[in-house]
Structure formats: C-alpha cells, structure tokens
C-alpha cells in the first residue's frame, strides 16, 4: 500500500504562483509513474499533468499548459507541480496519484481510473 502525502497548497491572488509537492510514505516513488488531478466544488475530478517513474516525459491539460509543471526529484522522493499565471478557474482540491509503471501510462495518463494510489489532496484557492 502506497499512502501519499500533498503539501504546498493554499491562498494566492490571481497571477501568484503556488508548489505542490507528494512524497510517499514508506515506499521509493521512482516506481510509480505520478499524477495530478484537481476537483473543484461540484464538478468531476479531472487530469491536470501526469510525469512518467523516471520523469523522461510530462504530460498536461490544456488548460493549464505552459503555466504549470510538474516534475520529480528521486533522489528526494518526491513530486512537485509548480504553478505559476494561477486564476480564479484553478481553484480547487489538487490530488496526488500514483500508479505502477507500464506501457500503459502512455495511452492512459489522464485517466483518474488508472490510478491506484491517491493522497488526501491540498486545497488551492486563486482569488481574483
């Protein structure tokens, strides 16, 4: 069982920027290719940027490309999402996900029902 823990979220104005970061507990990260979602007040949780074990490869919404990033550091264990041109829509509960590593990542990256593993999510709320 992989428990995941996100810190890092928060209060910003418009324009600011925020860092989210997961990190495992009792398990090395470098074999889970990692996710985040985001669910905002009654709407479905949807794929906001996804990063393979070994962080060769990013993937990311639409809607938040070029201003969000997410990226990993294995030898700290842990994945971040840098966050930066926040607006008001960003506003919502970020999760971290994990899931083993296969070749289905690939085609499957954006799906939350891929995903096995899944922290308690941080609340970022963007003030206009």
């Known amino acids: 069982q992989v428990q995941l823990v996100e810190s890092g979220g928060g209060l910003v104005q418009a324009g600011g920027s925020l860092s989210l970061s997961c990190a495992p507990s009792?398990?090395?990260?470098?074999?889970?290719?990692t996710g985040w979602f985001r669910q905002a007040l009654g709407k479905e949780r949807q794929f906001v940027a996804a990063?393979?074990?070994?962080?060769?490869?990013?993937y990311y919404a639409g809607s938040v490309k070029g201003r969000f990033t997410i990226y990993r550091d294995n030898a700290k264990n842990a994945v971040y999402l840098q966050m930066n041109s926040l607006q008001a829509e960003d506003t919502a509960v970020y999760y971290c996900?994990?899931?083993?590593?296969?070749?289905?990542?690939?085609?499957?990256?954006?799906?939350?029902?891929?995903?096995?593993?899944w922290g308690q999510g941080t609340q970022v709320t963007v003030s206009s």
């Open positions: 009792g398990r090395t990260f470098s074999n889970y290719a």
């Open positions: 990063i393979t074990w070994i962080g060769d490869n990013t």
């Open positions: 996900a994990a899931r083993t590593s296969s070749s289905s990542f690939y085609s499957s990256y954006d799906s939350r029902y891929e995903y096995k593993y």
